[in-house]
């Protein structure tokens, strides 16, 4: 684990592995590296404390991960960092290599791993973000086959090993009666929404580097498109899940900046490590398009912020009205709560109590989980990874169609909005979705 003594490892990494360790799926050595001064005893330290603070310490299960826990500390850039890494794998067979460090890295982290011998027989796991464009993604990617193949390389995005993602899945495959309408005849519109009530966390100098576009644009909402707007993969596997995710984003143009609302939320310039006049987006707003048989004609809208009223990742599938919808205020439609909480709902209409002949709507729940249900998404992905299914990683071709996608809007192709915090972004966004009556605003979980 390249990283060992950051920030990712202290508030996922290490209540991954102690859940791994419990549910009998960590038995193996996991080596530490980093570049801190530290003793393989600060390490355990570090680990108690974010058990302690993010993941619930048990103590037994702790004590198995500090028994298998070794350090080495040394400089990236060092080939003698890699020569105790060689050192201590041994005759380890398949090790896999996590890389919960910069994206600046990655390039020569990997060419180490090569020239060490480190990667004979291995895997290893990149974490987000791809590339900050298309060519460097595709450089990224070339650099990564000088050393493994394809099928050794796990892009980990964790929103794919959330529960209530994969659910998406589930719910379109597994249910004889979505089938027939899922399409252009039946859908008017799609609508996914990623706001959160907080801003950056302090972590300026990072987000100055990416900005909502290619946070969560760019990755994980384009992969809720894809899952929505797939065809059926020939069977429950990797390839064949990868392969139809591809072939959508093969059918999305390139978004146009017409179709794009960038915005900054007020307040942002006194974050720290933020530029006095930094043009980076808190907030994206973007409509595409899918020319495919199945969706042609149906716009897909997608925004994410920061400072917005409520925490939600939600998804709205708004259906066509039926002949009488003159008389109805709304249609039918799907609504998939992917976070913080799980739940699938459809909307209907029915009879309003009364003498008169009066619709009214109502939620139908058919599902309602608490965050807490289910394996965490960095738990699901490492046990994964080290077990070789790729089902939840992101090939490729997918990680390059996506970055062509937003290719033309990404950096200052845009004009900047500010918005007040606690609202819904800045009222530009609204045009986007001005002829499908506007934004379905999610509301706060109950």
Same mark, same amino acid.
């Given at each position: 684990?390249?990283?060992?003594?950051?920030?990712?490892?202290?508030?996922?990494?290490?209540?991954?592995?102690?859940?791994?360790?419990?549910?009998?799926?960590?038995?193996?050595?996991?080596?530490?590296?980093?570049?801190?001064?530290?003793?393989?005893?600060?390490? @355990?330290?570090?680990a *108690?404390?974010?058990?302690t603070?993010?993941?619930?310490?048990? %103590? &037994?299960?702790?004590?198995?991960?500090? $028994?298998?826990?070794?350090?080495?500390?040394?400089?990236?850039?060092?080939?003698?960092?890699?020569?105790?890494?060689?050192?201590?794998?041994?005759?380890?067979?398949? !090790?896999?290599?996590?890389?919960?460090?910069?994206?600046?890295?990655?390039?020569?982290? #990997?060419?180490?791993?090569g020239?060490?011998?480190?990667?004979?027989?291995?895997? #290893?796991?990149?974490?987000?973000?791809?590339?900050?464009?298309?060519?460097?993604? *595709?450089?990224?990617n070339?650099?990564?086959?000088? =050393?493994?193949?394809?099928?050794?390389i796990?892009?980990?995005? +964790?929103?794919?090993g959330?529960?209530?993602? %994969?659910?998406?899945?589930?719910f379109?495959?597994?249910?004889?009666?979505? &089938?027939?309408?899922?399409?252009?005849?039946?859908?008017?519109? #799609?609508?996914?929404?990623?706001? /959160?009530?907080?801003?950056?966390?302090?972590?300026? +100098?990072v987000?100055?580097?990416?900005?909502?576009?290619?946070?969560?644009?760019?990755?994980?909402?384009?992969q809720?498109? $894809?899952?929505?707007?797939?065809e !059926?993969?020939?069977?429950?596997?990797?390839?064949?899940?990868?392969d &139809?995710?591809?072939? =959508?984003?093969e059918?999305? !143009?390139?978004?146009?900046?017409?179709n794009?609302?960038?915005?900054?939320?007020?307040?942002?310039?006194?974050?720290?490590?933020?530029?006095?006049?930094?043009? =980076? /987006?808190?907030?994206a707003?973007?409509?595409?398009?899918?020319d495919?048989?199945?969706?042609?004609?149906?716009p897909?809208?997608?925004?994410?912020?920061?400072?917005?009223?409520?925490?939600?990742?939600?998804?709205?599938?708004?259906?066509?009205?039926?002949p #009488?919808?003159?008389?109805?205020?709304?249609?039918n439609?799907?609504?998939?709560?992917?976070?913080?909480?799980?739940?699938?709902?459809?909307?209907?209409?029915?009879?309003l109590p009364?003498?008169?002949?009066?619709?009214?709507?109502v %939620?139908?729940?058919?599902? @309602?989980?608490? @965050?807490? &249900?289910?394996?965490?998404?960095?738990? *699901?992905?490492?046990?994964?990874?080290?077990?070789?299914?790729?089902?939840?990683f992101?090939?490729?071709?997918?990680?390059?169609?996506?970055?062509?996608? =937003?290719?033309?809007?990404?950096?200052?192709?845009? !004009?900047?909005?500010?918005?007040?915090?606690?609202?819904?972004?800045?009222?530009?966004?609204?045009?986007?979705?001005?002829?499908i009556?506007?934004?379905?605003?999610?509301?706060?979980?109950?």
């Open positions: 684990m390249f990283g060992a003594s950051g920030d990712l490892a202290y508030q996922q990494i290490f209540p991954a592995l102690q859940q791994m360790i419990l549910r009998g799926n960590l038995n193996v050595p996991v080596i530490g590296v980093a570049k801190s001064g530290w003793t393989l005893e600060q390490l @355990r330290a570090r *108690r404390e974010s058990l603070q993010h993941g619930g310490l048990n %103590e &037994e299960a702790f004590s198995k991960l500090i $028994a298998q826990l070794q350090y080495i500390d040394g400089a990236y850039e060092d080939p003698a960092t890699f020569e105790s890494l060689r050192q201590a794998l041994g005759d380890a067979q398949l !090790p896999t290599h996590y890389l919960a460090i910069p994206p600046s890295l990655f390039g020569a982290v #990997v060419e180490s791993l020239k060490s011998r480190c990667a004979r027989n291995a895997r #290893v796991i990149v974490e987000k973000p791809f590339g900050r464009d298309l060519d460097s993604a *595709r450089k990224l070339e650099t990564l086959h000088t =050393v493994f193949p394809e099928s050794a796990f892009r980990i995005d +964790h929103f794919l959330k529960e209530a993602v %994969e659910n998406l899945y589930f379109r495959f597994y249910n004889t009666f979505l &089938e027939p309408i899922w399409n252009r005849n039946y859908v008017e519109s #799609v609508q996914i929404t990623m706001a /959160e009530t907080f801003g950056i966390k302090g972590r300026g +100098h987000y100055e580097e990416t900005g909502a576009i290619r946070d969560v644009v760019q990755n994980h909402l384009l809720v498109v $894809a899952l929505l707007a797939m !059926p993969p020939t069977g429950l596997h990797a390839e064949a899940l990868h &139809e995710q591809a072939k =959508v984003f059918m999305i !143009p390139p978004i146009e900046a017409a794009t609302v960038r915005g900054q939320f007020l307040g942002y310039h006194d974050e720290p490590g933020v530029a006095a006049d930094s043009t =980076v /987006e808190t907030f707003a973007v409509r595409l398009q899918i495919s048989w199945r969706w042609q004609g149906v897909f809208l997608i925004r994410a912020g920061k400072c917005l009223p409520v925490d939600a990742t939600e998804v709205l599938v708004r259906l066509k009205k039926p #009488v919808g003159k008389l109805i205020p709304e249609g439609y799907f609504r998939f709560r992917l976070g913080p909480e799980l739940a699938l709902s459809l909307g209907a209409q029915v009879k009364g003498p008169e002949l009066v619709s009214m709507p %939620e139908l729940s058919a599902v @309602r989980r608490d @965050r807490t &249900e289910g394996m965490a998404a960095y738990e *699901r992905l490492l046990t994964d990874a080290m077990r070789g299914d790729a089902m939840l992101v090939r490729e071709d997918a990680v390059e169609e996506a970055w062509k996608m =937003v290719d033309p809007v990404v950096g200052q192709a845009t !004009p900047l909005h500010i918005y007040s915090p606690g609202s819904w972004g800045p009222p530009e966004a609204e045009r986007l979705a001005q002829d009556g506007g934004w379905d605003n999610p509301r706060a979980a109950s």
